[in-house]
């Protein structure tokens, strides 16, 4: 991080690894006067370290400019904030459960209220928000065309989206989305024949995937997100989990361990049943975070759960 493209030496020093710069506040010259070189005045507004994480991060989208916030979930109320009081939110439908509960719940005090999915735009449409590929369920957005489409009706929407899933392989900026949020917990921070148990893979890299043709031109790798449905109840689906050795049981993603979630009862578990289900977030969906341990390792531990699962049966 650092310079402008937040890569190739940090510009003060030159230090190739930029410093973490842990002052709060920065000193003047004299009164109402910066210091010249460095124009920090307060660590909440700017801070060398985080300026090169958000140049860094705005190059990887392909944007002129980045913000970081304390979280990913910060950064998209900040974005719903930025619209005019009263304006209305269209987002995919399976959004990630905390933007679902932003917008359901604290944005309509503020006076935002929001849709989901097939709703028509209206005049006081501000905001699409979008997912691709859509958490857990894999089903994959076609940003370009909704973004080529949003204009095309109303020139004031903003098109935005939730990159996680797709960061740093993808930009979903270059595909036309305005607005982009990465939650750097996940993939950012990184370093650096399934058994007859298994009813159905979902995962865009493979051909049998509806959407892997969209994915294809939409991401230059395949990622490390996978769901499939467990054969089985949700009681199966309990029971791989305690099975699991090698494969954490924690909810979110990207990080260097892999990681298994039951969104049923984990990060869908506040969404009604009914809708929930309509979705295709059922009981049996198990949403895997594939990390670097040796693959082998991770095959065997799955194949080792599933069958023991299935045991139990
Ligand atoms: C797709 C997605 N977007 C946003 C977030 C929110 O990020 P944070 O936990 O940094 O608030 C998450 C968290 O799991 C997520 O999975």
Redesign the pocket.
Known sequence: MGGASGRGGETITGAVVPPISLSTTFKYQAPGQLLAVTGFVYSRDGNPARNGFESAVAALEGCTHGVAFA????A?AMVIMTLPKGSHVISVSDV?G??FETLTKISPNMGYSATFITSAMTHATKLIWL?SPI?PTMKLVDIAAVAAQAIRVNLDVLVGA?N??LSPTSSAHSLGAEVV?H????YLNGHSDVSPLVELVIYPGLASHLQHELDKRQRTVFGGMIAFRIKGDLATATAFFQHLKTVTIA???GVVESLAELPATM?HGNLPVDDRIKLGITDNLIRVSVSVEDAEDIIQDVLQALEKAGEGQ
Do not use: C, M, R, W
């Open positions: 979280s990913g979930s910060a998209i990630y905390g933007t997912e958490n939730d996680t899933f949020v939650s750097a917990t996940k909810e979110s993603l990060t």
